[in-house]
């Protein structure tokens, strides 16, 4: 029984109920009806003759009586086959003076009558009303169930019962912190005597904060799961409107419906698109925004703290918002979701498993190992592309071949199958491959080559060199940031050794390579000339915080030029270095090259001996020294 009562129920948590109200087709109807009977029933059947006639019956004497009015004239006249009989007939009226003379010498009984209006002009006005009504309904009906225009200033917040969310913190991983956080809120909710009995009052907001596809808005589902309270869920975008004043009006509708519902928790999602620092534009602002901002501030310094509503809001940029949105007294909290680490992208993974049949063979942690900095979102992504590819592939599991490509999709894009390289530009996309390869397995602090491959994938990629750390890490030592320059220049190198000219395929290893180069100058103070300091952009300040400027830096044309200098002794230093190392290791720069040619894919036991120096030709053992 309770789960037929809960299928009755509305997103509102009430029955639906059926609106009475008056269809504009039953007045169309009705008009019709009364037109048609006051018109054609009950009238005797009318003749309708040339005035010419009308002239010639006058003359024969067959004429009776005659009414004249203002648009014809209408009468009767004897039958053709029996005198006795009248025929009505009506003709137009014409102008004509003697009409009256000749009757009167007839002996016809003739009057004159005035038609009347009345009719046609409860027509002249009712067409024009219903066409209007009829375009009207049609709009309300375009704009959709909830009144249209009519409720332009009702928020747009669609609640969920506890039956609805069906969202629990089991439902949650790769989050523990922001988890235990949020339990607390969960306890407000569920039991506030406990902390309202020592003078402690219900945070009014809690704000998360992290990337994109984090799990922020699952998190706040889960803690409506939890506390099975009301969930309204809205987006930022909500409150904007081209009228001013809507958002305002929504702002205080919401919070009415909440509070109304206490205890329960009201979600904005991408609180930036509402929250966006007031005045940060010296050019203009959206006065509209600003002015839903403030009432949303001027709620939540409002509203009873010990009512139990509990505004979440989720964003993925927090510097943009208004200070005032951050202090104390409204997002009392700030919770981070940050990138999952190993354990925790393990754990989505499993959440992502359940009711997919997965190969009993599947190690989930080396998938969890292989994604580094995937949200997610992104393994959501990947557990389902491998189902699909399981399932077109006509396999009745999900192998590790099947994720393992699906992480490939992920990272690089689909396999272009149409995009076919002619054999000279794919012999140079092989010895561009091997090349990040063997400078990956050569420099120190390196990450481990995991695959080769020429398969063009995504929209530029020719072919690729996967490099998978085997942990995850937050800090970086200028070794490590010197390795990455290398190994960002080791295809440009082994391109230039074989062929003696360089291709156009290394532009984005060069815009990496630079990019890394300038950083360890002007960021992380890692120059030796230009010393431990730091360059950067000079900002425009307002409200304590500044904004970069074009043209706002701290340093002169002079450190400008050296810093130019500087990333080209870095880049040109390194780029030495890797083309002695591959000139060293020719041979196998050659050998591994013919191969991939060969397999066009290389990569677990096969290519961890042909990088620690074993060719599976001759079993020969190449010098590693450089």
Known sequence: MAKKDEKKLSPLGRP????????????????????VVLNFMGKPSVTTIPYSDFKQWLADGRIKRVSVQQEKIVGEAKSWTDSTQAVAFETIRVEDTDLVKEMQEKGILFEGKIESQWMKGLLIWLIPLGVFFLFWSFILRRMGSQGGIMSIGKSKAKVYVESATKVTFQDVAGLDEAVEELR??????????????????????????????????????????????????????????????????????????????????????????????????????????????????????????????ILMSATNRPEILDLALLRPGRFDRQIVCDRPD??????????????????????????????????????????????????????????????????????????????????????IVAYHETGHAIIGASVPDMDAIHRVSIIPRGVQALGYTLALPTEDRYLMTKTELTSRIKFALGGRVAEELIFGEVSTGAQNDLERATAIARSMITEYGMSERLGPLTYRKRGQPFMGRE????????????????IDTETRTIIEKAYEEVRTILSTKRDLLVRMAKLLLEKEVLEGDELKALLNGTLPETGMTIDRTA
């Open 16 to 35: 639906p109920s059926r609106p009475m109200r008056l269809s504009i087709w039953y007045l169309v109807i009705a008009l019709l009806a009364l037109f």
């Open 184 to 309: 607390e809120v969960v306890e407000f909710l569920k039991t506030p005597q406990k902390f309202k009995s020592l003078g402690g009052t219900i945070p009014k907001g809690v704000l998360l904060v992290g990337p994109p596809g984090t799990g922020k808005t699952l998190l706040a589902r889960a803690v409506a799961g939890e506390a099975k309270v009301p969930f309204f869920s809205l987006s930022g975008s909500d409150f904007v409107e081209m009228f001013v004043g809507v958002g305002a009006a929504r702002v205080r509708d919401l919070f009415q419906q909440a509070s109304s519902k206490a205890p329960c928790i009201v979600f904005i999602d991408e609180l930036d698109a509402l929250g966006k620092s007031r005045g940060m534009n010296p050019w203009g602002g959206h006065d509209e925004r600003e002015q839903t901002l403030n009432q949303l501030l001027v709620e939540m310094d409002g509203f009873d703290p010990n009512a139990g509503v």
């Open 342 to 427: 190993i354990g925790g992208r393990e754990g989505i993974l499993r959440v992502h498993a359940r009711g997919k049949k997965i190969a009993p063979d599947v190690d989930l942690k080396i998938i969890a190992a292989r994604t580094p900095g995937f949200v997610g979102a992104d393994l959501a992504n990947v557990v389902n592309e491998a189902a699909l590819l399981a399932a077109r592939r006509g396999e009745k599991h999900v192998n590790m071949a099947e994720l393992e490509e699906a992480i490939d999709r992920v990272v690089a894009g689909l396999e272009r199958k149409s995009r076919v390289l002619n054999p000279k530009e794919k012999e």
């Open 547 to 562: 904004w970069a400027v074009p043209g706002g830096e701290e340093y002169g044309e002079r450190t400008a030029d050296e």
